[in-house]
């Protein structure tokens, strides 16, 4: 059973954890990096065939809309924190124009070495968001695809966002949260939870691909709100912050250096 915000074990003192402790995954909070590394380094070869099944085959779009939205204009230089397979780098490639200018990071080496195949003249990086090898004021833009579930501290995260970023540079995250309606809830949790890992199981049978998604849901499902976040960017000196919000599921947090 996925374990859910009420039962699962508190996060430690000091940190902002997007979530505590599943401790049918992994028993101590230092465990989570390895567990989760681990997990996405495995099932990279299958990432974009997943996100297909997931998104039944409208993130392509949805990315770029978002990173126009958010302000991202040709020319401009671009951090993409947990890059993965480079879902949301190549948009920002198409809307830069330039892949130079677009610089990936992420934890797994598998992810990395998928984004290599399809992301010639883009800069990887292995490393973390809550330590980014990158100088002070460095980018224009940056942006985060449905991984900030999976960083050790939401705190140490924002601080090195707002480093990194120019003046008046922008972040933009985007996020799946739980509906605040019951019938909407359960329908995601239905999804989500159990038809989006049935059809990787059948599509990647030999593979964790079933497995990550059941983990995705769960890390969705014992998140912490939308405020919390929104707290969290507030207190790094980030301004004009906020959430919009589709279809009760999708979320897209904003804000200025």
């Known amino acids: 059973m996925a374990q ?3 039962d699962a074990a508190p996060p430690p003192s000091g940190a902002s954890a997007p979530h505590p402790v599943l401790a049918h995954r992994y028993a101590r909070v230092e465990e989570r990096e390895g567990f989760v590394r681990a997990l996405f380094d495995q099932t990279a070869p299958h990432y974009d065939r997943i996100d297909r099944i997931f998104s039944l085959g409208t993130g392509p779009g949805y990315r ?4 126009r939205e958010a302000g991202l204009k040709p020319g401009m230089t671009v951090l993409d924190v947990a890059v993965g397979t480079g879902l949301v780098a190549r948009q920002a490639v198409a809307i830069t124009g330039d892949p130079s200018l677009v610089t990936g990071l992420d934890p797994s080496e598998g992810m990395l070495a998928e984004a290599r195949r399809t992301l010639p003249g883009v800069t990887l990086i292995q490393g973390k968001a809550e330590r980014i090898p990158l100088p002070d004021d460095s980018v224009d833009f940056l942006s985060m695809g449905y991984a900030l579930r999976h960083v050790a501290d939401l705190g140490a995260a924002f601080a090195e966002y707002r480093r990194v970023l120019k003046p008046g540079g922008t972040v933009l995250i985007l996020e ?18 159990a038809v989006i890992p049935a059809l990787c199981w059948i599509a990647a049978p030999r593979h964790r691909s079933g497995e990550l998604m ?4 769960e890390t969705i499902e014992a998140c912490v709100p939308a405020e919390t976040i929104l ?8 301004r004009d912050t906020s959430c919009a919000t589709e279809l009760e599921v999708f979320r897209a947090y904003i804000a200025r250096a």
């Open 214 to 217: 059941k983990y995705y849901w």
């Open 231 to 238: 707290g969290a960017m507030r207190d790094a000196g980030f």
């Open 4 to 6: 859910t915000a009420s």
């Open 176 to 193: 799946i949260g739980r509906p605040e309606s019951r019938l909407a809830h359960l329908i995601e949790r239905f999804y989500m939870g």
């Open 64 to 67: 770029r809309r978002a990173l």
